[in-house]
């Protein structure tokens, strides 16, 4: 059950979790599925039913089998954790796991912990896996025992924590899977809109979701393909191939790196110099975009923006003084040229030649051309202030903020 899901040329959609094994006929539910060109991930919610699955399974190209055990029954199954070494290598994907803060039993609680903790410590061992992942009531639970480090995709199924949450979700480059159910709700479309496209997956959680004509099923997706497009305002082919191309990268195997973000964050970090930590940018950017996220869609004045962004960036450079429009060079006033410039933002050693990056902020509604701010940054890059690094940055202020218009490395 390795990651060839997504080779097979008639996969044109896919539903990363749904319980095959689970419907009266699962032969049936694949066929269809196989004949529409869905892919699927078949979620178990126990390792002992994922042989029998594996063996359902034979000879349907879009299926692959995820090990599981489902939160709900992981007081009941926990002694089945033994199979779990035998089994993690047969397969590139693990689901369904996770924590369920539905019941207010300590004990149940506590085993979920437990089993959690085991499942993400096995997969943290041999190659990355895809997890599938269910929070519902425990997300920052969720979060915490999964953590900021863990090595594989994360799928985020039927997810229903706060906008907070998100944000914290997409931090970690974690993934957002959609079934019919979610779009029927008004919490579940609100969601949808603060999860950025790329980051979207769809499901079904068949046959526990439900349609007008009974249990959904894989095919069912591609009425939530069909929501996906209005809602980002595209046609359903192009919506269809943003979710199988997300698909594609979440099952790539590097997962954590810069594939999962939205263009300004991998511009921001493919192009960063090598003087520079790329990701520490970007999480200074990202927390200005979140924690500051009123300022600009309240469209404040630039000063206040670059000031909080240097807030931002100061505890990531301990060694270095960041400061604001700061004017002096030494004594001298700092002149790039001819002219005597004001920057935005730099990270310097006051006093001292030691210049090691330069920011330009400005908002989305301004009506200066661009060129001005890059020739500028291009003049501090050169003798005498010889930055090592310059970077321009436009945000999106106004109520289409807060967001990234621009990024540029000069
Ligand atoms: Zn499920």
Redesign the pocket.
Known sequence: MTRDLISDPGVRYVDT?C?VDLYPDPIAVMREAEREGVGIIA?T?TPSVFEPMVRLADGFSKVVVALGI?PELAAEREAELRLLPALIDRTDFL??IGLDGSSSDAQAAAAQRRVLTEVLRSAAAGRPKVL?V?TRGAVRQSFELIGNEFQGAIIL??FTGTARQIEQAIERRWWFSVNPAMIETAKGRTLLESVPPESVLTET?GP?TRTASGPSRPVNVVAVVEYLATLWRCEHEEARTRILENFRRCTAGDAGSTALHGAWQDTLLRNAPAEISGPLILSAIQELLSSDRELLIRDVNERTITSSLAEHLRPRFPQWSVDCEYNRDGDAIKRAGARSVLPDIIVHRRGAADNLLVIEVKKSNSREPDDLDLEKLRAFRRPPLQYQAALFLKVIVGPDGPGVQTIQWV
């Open positions: 979790h319980h979620v919610n489902h689901g369904e599938t269910h199924h039927w959680d526990f």
